[in-house]
């Protein structure tokens, strides 16, 4: 059955999550805000309908009406409907039984949507039990059965474990499984696979779309990944500052977008695989022979107590000319960061060593020390934290200056403007706070700051990881602009392999602290040779619905011949 | 099925979620001018603030400090006999029609101006009471910031000497050093001062502790910044809102360890005087001439309510969840 003739037989059925008209605003210190302005959207059995919007389109708080769970300072207009119950006219107790019993949520951060302190178990019992499904010993026989059904292993020892001894994709598999306890008409699924390495989200994905194929459950999927949406959405409703300004299957919004918004947004991804010049002019080839970075044998460890030390990075050889943008690619805990972190001295090394222009920096100490961090600039994923929120703009980029003493007060005035002209910020950014800047413009102030003292060498973690996609690519554009003129090296950390492709020379995949494959950009990503970099490359979604279900069953074909099993709900456990 | 309205927005056609920097005004407001917008909304804490600088106003500027005359004409050593039209020395404040009369808040039993007394008594509490928190905030600070940054063995050193000092119990160490500085003010608030930084100590370490950890942390030593710059320009200040209403907790809490020393008779001496020792004194001539209790209990009560009221207002200044009913 093709995605078109199950939406059109999903047309025919009642819907079970309704928004008519809905409109949202909440009083805030500075005024209103209004979130969400008059919007309409059905989602039926069986059918996935993704919102689309990037940061502040209005489509979490959207979403939240369907659960009632929206703060005080928020006015709602409009309806939102949930089997056929007005969420609006409901009392306390109405609602609780509406809640987990006809709509459920899957929340983000599967670790902070989990009691940390209580079994996984019990958290799925609690849920049957508060809803007179199941009680007691038939409630925990179900809460076992409902975490073979999201397929995790073992399920009677882990449902004894708490959510921390689990992996982050099987929490989120937990958190699945609890919002099906009660077999609910419609799930939420507010970023599902946001906080998720890329295989593991693949896997995810294809848990919650057998969902809607074996148990006609409706979901709404609120997402910015483009490439989500076209590989799990039936309609897709693109949001701008709390409107929707385009709706339709996902073909026609992902291949033919009417709206210019929509047009912008697609054009704003990284498609893997295109390589340089996506965003604005290619960087340069690389001509210099010069090292600007040489990591040779590098291990760093974490002391453990009462045990021996964890090796975050084991072994690891890669250098980086000048000029050049190396890209670093791994998941979670493949000991990307730490690398960075540890070049940067955060960090002690344990053994091997790490060349900057010449000077060892594991080895370097004091005033030498001080010199050589002057020539290493850094950016951090987070622009929201690695931005001191006391500190106005300008004395954020001058502080290298300060710190290392260089020229005066009206020099470094200068010098701040110069950078902030650079990163394209109007000069009166000066004398702002970071909080009064939006995720984009705050990254540019990192940007900046690490090109404050024109560093040989910049290590950037995940610079565009937190930005919203059309964001991250006018940075990216930015930065690409930036090296050329500047002429840095650069250690770019990522997970996405899109970004990677788009401005790297080189690449260094690593899985567990290893590194698992290098070469050349073209070799890497175009005609990978381990398997490890053939799951990443095959689990990273496009944003084509046609492209994407062949990637997708290319992908199965993939994990078949490599003896793995596709992630879906087996309903049978759920039968008994 | 596609719907093409036009969303009104500022931006027209640009569709950028970015918002452009309002470049109109170069009005940009800081931290601590958020804080200080939902501090001066603050309705308990504004009220109570006007109150204190009120009852601070009072006390100095009617009997004067040292040398410098106040305008109040009595002083509270002097004995005033005849001059009081009520008997035993009961208090000439009538509020209608309002005269302050020649002792508004009456006369002792020995006939001193119990007016004069009695400001000279909340003088004597609020210097101790700001100076304990003065003293205690800066050992605090320093000692749990040193702490909380540099971990390993100087954590375990100040630590373990913060668990010493917790554990000595200031009623007992008053009662040692009352016996010999009793009568010498500023010694008294020193001693109260160092043995009252613990709790502050404890608070600013567990803040600097989440607030190493922060990127923008990582960042600066990146730069290469030095480890006291660090501490002082991007820790503390971001420590700032605990270390605040702490410092305001701490200063009513001196006060009535003030009273509580001086009514146990180890703190301050005649002929000088504090709000607690008049109470300590006068404890048994509460029903004879109840006004001797009363004048002075009602000064610690406001003085310690209003504090607490401006570290309510303050608390909830700092904190960034705050909505405005």
């Known amino acids: 059955m093709t995605t078109e003739t199950k939406a059109n037989d999903a047309m ?22 209004h979130a969400v302005k008059g919007l ?25 009406t369907a659960l009632g769970l929206l703060p005080g300072n928020a006015s709602i207009l409009g309806e939102t409907i949930v089997a056929n119950q007005s969420i609006g006219k409901l009392n306390g107790k109405q609602m609780r039984n509406v809640r987990g019993n006809h709509v459920a949520m899957v929340f983000q951060e599967p670790m902070t949507a989990l009691n940390p302190v209580i079994r996984v178990g019990e958290q799925l019992t609690e849920a049957m039990e508060v809803h007179g499904v199941a009680f007691g010993k038939e409630a925990w026989a179900r809460a076992v059965d409902l975490l073979k059904a999201v397929g995790i292993p073992n399920a009677e020892r882990r449902a004894k474990q708490y959510p921390h001894e689990l992996s982050g994709g099987m929490r ?20 599902p696979t946001t906080a998720l390495d890329v295989t593991v989200q693949a896997d995810i994905l294809d848990l919650l779309r057998s969902l809607k194929d074996k148990l006609n459950t409706g979901i709404l999927l609120i997402t910015h990944n483009m490439g989500v949406v076209a590989d799990m959405a039936d309609r897709v409703a693109v949001m701008f500052k709390g409107e929707i300004v385009e709706q339709g299957t996902s073909e026609e919004v992902l291949l033919h977008p009417q709206h210019p918004y929509t047009k912008r947004l697609l054009d704003a991804v990284p498609h893997l695989g295109v390589g340089h010049g ?20 590098f291990v760093v460890e974490y002391k453990r107590t009462g045990k021996k030390p964890f090796r975050a990075v084991d072994d690891v ?57 002057s020539r290493i600039g850094v950016i951090f994923q987070d622009p929201a934290a690695s931005l001191n929120p006391r500190l106005p703009v300008g004395d954020v980029i001058a502080e290298p200056l300060v710190v290392h003493n260089r020229g005066n007060a009206e020099s470094r005035r200068q010098r701040v403007y110069e950078l902030l002209d650079a990163v394209r910020l109007p000069r009166s950014a000066y004398n702002r706070y970071p909080h009064e800047l939006s995720g984009g413009q705050r990254q540019r102030v990192s940007i900046a700051r690490a090109l404050t003292l024109s560093p040989d060498l910049l290590v950037a973690d995940e610079p565009t990881s937190a930005l919203d996609v059309s964001v991250q690519a006018s940075v990216l554009e930015m930065f690409t602009e930036l090296q050329k003129e500047f002429g840095f090296a650069c250690l770019f950390i990522s997970h996405d392999l899109a970004v990677i492709d788009s401005l790297a020379h080189r690449v260094v995949v690593l899985q567990y602290g290893k590194v698992v494959e290098k070469g050349t950009r073209e070799d890497v990503l175009l005609s990978a040779q381990e398997e490890y970099t053939q799951r990443l490359l095959a689990a990273a979604p496009v944003p084509d619905p046609i492209e994407q279900a062949r990637r997708r069953a290319e992908r199965h074909a993939l994990l078949e011949s490599l003896g793995d099993r596709v992630a879906e709900i087996d309903t049978r456990e759920l039968d008994q | 099925m596609t719907d093409n309205k036009t969303p009104e927005t500022a931006h027209g056609e640009s569709y950028s979620v970015e918002d452009v920097l309002d470049q109109t005004t170069d009005k940009s407001f800081s931290q601590g001018q958020l804080v200080l917008r939902r501090f001066l909304r603050h309705k308990a804490a504004m009220t109570a603030l006007v109150v204190l600088v009120l009852v601070i106003l ?51 039993t020995i006939g001193k101006d119990y007016f004069a007394l009695v400001m000279r008594g909340a003088q004597v509490s609020l210097f101790i009471a700001f100076t304990v928190g003065i003293v205690a905030t800066l050992l605090g600070t320093t000692i749990g910031s040193i702490a909380g940054y540099f971990r390993g063995i100087t954590e375990s050193l100040l630590m373990r000497t913060t668990d010493l000092f917790i554990i000595i119990p200031l009623l007992i160490l008053a009662a040692v050093f009352g016996r010999t500085f009793g009568a010498n003010v500023p010694l008294m608030a020193l001693m109260i001062g160092l043995v009252s930084w613990t709790g502050l100590a404890r608070l600013v370490r567990a803040e600097v502790l989440s607030l190493r950890e922060r990127e923008f942390v990582s960042a600066a ?3 290469g910044t030095p480890s006291t710059t660090i501490i002082r320009r991007h820790i503390l200040p971001n420590a700032l ?85």
Not at chain 1, 282 to 297: D, I
Not at chain 2, 79 to 93: E, I, M, Q, R, S
């Open chain 2, 58 to 108: 009072l006390a100095f500027t009617s009997i004067g400090v040292g040398p410098i005359p106040g305008w109040w004409d009595k002083d509270y050593l002097q004995f005033y006999v005849g001059t009081n039209p009520n008997p035993n020395g009961a208090p000439t404040l009538q509020l209608w029609p309002f005269s302050i009369g020649e002792h508004p808040f009456g006369q002792d």
């Open chain 1, 317 to 373: 050889t890669f250098d980086c000319r000048r000029g050049e943008i190396v890209g670093l690619v791994g998941e979670s805990g493949s000991g990307k960061s730490t690398i960075g972190r540890a070049l940067l001295g955060l960090i002690p090394v344990a053994s091997g060593q790490a060349k900057v222009l010449g000077s060892d920096l594991t080895k370097v100490k004091g005033r030498e020390l001080k010199e050589l961090r």
């Open chain 2, 221 to 223: 030593r990146a730069i």
């Open chain 1, 172 to 191: 989120q598999r937990v958190v699945i499984a609890m919002a099906l306890s009660c077999d609910p008409a419609v799930i939420i699924a507010d970023e």
């Open chain 1, 40 to 64: 309409t959207l059905d989602v039926r059995p069986g059918e996935v309908v993704a919102l689309v919007g990037e940061s502040g389109s209005g489509k979490s708080v959207t979403a939240t």
């Open chain 1, 278 to 297: 996506q965003f604005g002019e290619a960087v340069n080839p690389v001509t210099s022979t010069e090292k600007a970075l040489e990591v040779e044998n």
């Open chain 1, 12 to 33: 025919s059925q009642e819907a079970v999550l309704q928004f008519k008209d809905l409109d949202v605003k909440f009083k805030t210190e500075f005024g209103r805000v």
């Open chain 2, 241 to 325: 809102g605990t270390i605040i209403v702490n410092a305001t907790l701490g200063i009513s809490g001196a006060i009535l360890v003030e009273t509580a020393i001086s009514f146990l008779g180890f703190g301050v001496r005649a002929p000088d005087t504090s709000l607690g020792l008049l109470i300590q004194t006068y404890q048994n001539a509460l029903t004879t001439r109840p006004w001797l209790f009363w004048w002075p209990g009602i000064f610690i009560l406001t003085i310690a309510l209003c504090v607490n009221f401006i570290g309510d207002g303050l608390r909830d200044a700092f904190d960034p969840r705050q909505t405005v009913e």
